[in-house]
């Protein structure tokens, strides 16, 4: 047994898929369909939230690459699709640019190192994880994120009204005792409450009807852009910014140190000097006592 709901539930769907059907069209079933026009969809998107060549994007629960596929016509950059079925990687591998990582990932960690990442996109991946795990993710996705990185998700809402079918679709099949596949609605509330404690803060939200933020068709589901807090982009410091600091700090350590040795040294000389009862040096040893303290 797994040790994920999400791994157990995605690798018996699309399984199933590819005993039922081709491979391609299982591949595309397997996210949910609508592969060029979703994933041209997501590109642009993306492209509205800052996304630019030369960056760094991390796609959480990439599936078959209907994202990847889309950003490698638009965009040089580069890319880690991050997915719990490695038939849907290996598909996504190979219609996206050569240079495109693919990488299993069952945790809810992500293998990417702090303050690295640019952006952070996850299409249709909250709506079917519980909340703690999804928080657990924009946790890892703050820690990694760049100071002026985003984070790009998409959500189903009960505001929406084109997102109720897929509640009551999930009703329906707890009312005929079938276990349905997992469906997590979040409400903006929610993604507010997330936010004030990880140190993020909403950049934007899109409703799932609007597409008019990049000129092209809406998502169907609502988007989300994050951004770290002016609190967490004061914090990173990189470990050559680390070691630089630690040894200037060991610089001036040490000169403080040989100061010390040298007021030391002058207060003995003093000492000696006080001895003396010509006013030629008890004048000029009141100033001197009065700078050293
Ligand atoms: C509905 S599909 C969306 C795929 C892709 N984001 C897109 O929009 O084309 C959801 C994907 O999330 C993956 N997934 C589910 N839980 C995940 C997790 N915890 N970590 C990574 N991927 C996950 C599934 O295997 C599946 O490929």
């Given at each position: ?59 959480l629960g990439c599936g078959s690459g209907r994202a990847a596929s889309a950003l490698g016509k638009r965009f040089e950059i580069d890319y880690l699709g991050l997915d719990v079925v490695q038939d849907l990687l290996d598909y996504a591998s ?128 609502s988007i989300a852009i994050l951004a770290l807090g002016e609190k967490r982009k004061a914090r990173p410091f990189s470990p050559a910014e680390h070691d630089r600091l630690r040894a200037q700090l060991a610089t001036k350590t040490q000169a ?38």
């Open positions: 047994m797994a040790q994920f709901h999400f791994v157990e539930d995605y690798e018996a769907y699309v399984r199933k898929l590819l005993k039922d059907m081709p491979r391609k069209q299982a591949m595309e079933e397997a996210i949910g369909g609508a592969f060029d026009h979703v994933g041209e969809i997501e590109a642009q998107l993306l492209g509205y939230a800052g996304l630019k060549d030369g960056m760094y994007l991390v796609d190979e219609i996206s640019p050569p240079n495109y990582r693919f990488q299993l990932n069952h945790a809810l960690t992500l293998p990417v190192a702090d303050a690295s990442v640019d952006m952070f996109c996850c299409f249709s991946v909250f709506t079917h994880l519980l909340h703690s795990e999804t928080y657990l993710y924009l946790e890892e996705m703050a820690r990694a994120l760049t100071p002026d990185g985003r984070i790009v998700f998409s959500f189903l809402e009960f505001l929406q009204p084109g997102h109720w079918a897929v509640f009551n679709g999930t009703v329906e099949g707890q009312r005929t005792s079938q276990v349905p596949h997992l469906n997590m609605f979040i409400e903006r509330g929610a993604i507010e409450a997330w936010c004030k404690r990880l140190g993020l803060e909403i950049v934007r939200f899109v409703d799932g009807t609007d597409g008019s933020p990049w000129g092209g068709a809406p998502l169907g589901q403080i140190e040989s100061m010390a040795t040298e007021l030391d040294l002058a207060r003995a000389e003093i000492d000696v000097l006080k001895q003396s009862r010509s006013w030629r040096v008890t004048a000029p040893l009141r100033a001197l006592r009065r700078v050293l303290g």
